[in-house]
């Protein structure tokens, strides 16, 4: 419902990117983006304290560009009348809470969105970092599901570049021991100055590594233990994690 043309504003003020539009019996705000926690309700209604007056939310509705949400506030009735037991209060404290918090929310979709192409490498985070990922909409016990699930893919896959490995060097008469690390490696050793690591002893301790992660982290993740954490975490003891 329109004002009548006929009724002119008291004031017109701006609060923040809002414009405010007081009328006698009313007052429209012109919200450059939604309140989420305002809510028309028949019963229960939540008080809005505005300039030091008490309102209810009579009407919310899109507004017209550049504002997003149009709100109509009454004053709040003498007759008795069923609140809620908590309140909103309108001034430049909320609004500017409110516009950090949506941009808080933006910055953190941001985040998740370019998370999202290593969703099946984040299990393998420790559950300290696991945590921190929450707050992007990534649950632990999802993403450490998914890291199981990669880790066994790459104990097979070990094994098929192990088999092709051994059967090309056996028909070229040069034996060449390794797998998957070795297959995409353009040498034997991988140097650090002057030591020299074989690429077949890197490829072997990624072998161990799964074939001991593996079992244990999906035992406890089957028991929904909370417990399951990283790669390899299970082998350092919850206390000394906590540190």
Request: glycine share 6%.
């Amino acid at each position: 419902m329109e004002e009548p043309e006929d009724i002119e504003p008291t004031r017109l003020i701006q609060i923040g990117p809002d414009q405010v539009t007081m009328f006698e019996q009313e007052v429209v705000i012109e919200a450059k983006h939604e309140m989420p926690d305002w809510q028309v309700r028949e019963f229960k209604i939540i008080p809005i304290y505005f300039e030091d007056r008490k309102y209810f939310l009579a009407e919310k509705r899109q507004a017209q560009p550049p504002y997003a949400f149009r709100y109509r506030l009454k004053p709040w009735p003498e007759s008795h009348v069923e609140s809620a037991p908590f309140f909103h209060t309108y001034d430049a404290e909320a609004v500017a809470e409110r516009d950090l918090t949506r941009r808080s929310g933006q910055r953190e979709e941001l985040a998740r969105l370019a998370l999202m192409p290593l969703y099946p490498f984040l299990g393998f985070l420790w559950s300290g970092a696991q945590r921190k990922l929450i707050r992007f909409g990534f649950a632990p016990r999802s993403i450490t599901g998914a890291s199981i699930f990669v880790s066994f893919g790459l104990l097979l896959l070990q094994g098929a570049f192990a088999a092709v490995m051994m059967n090309v060097s056996a028909r070229a008469g040069n034996v060449m021991l390794g797998g998957l690390i070795r297959a995409f490696a353009a040498q034997d050793h991988f140097r650090i100055g002057p030591i020299a690591i074989p690429i077949a002893l890197l490829d072997s301790l990624m072998v161990l590594a799964l074939l001991a992660d593996v079992p244990v982290r999906y035992s406890n993740w089957l028991r929904e233990e909370d417990r399951e954490g990283g790669f390899l975490e299970w082998l350092v003891p919850r206390s000394l994690r906590k540190k």
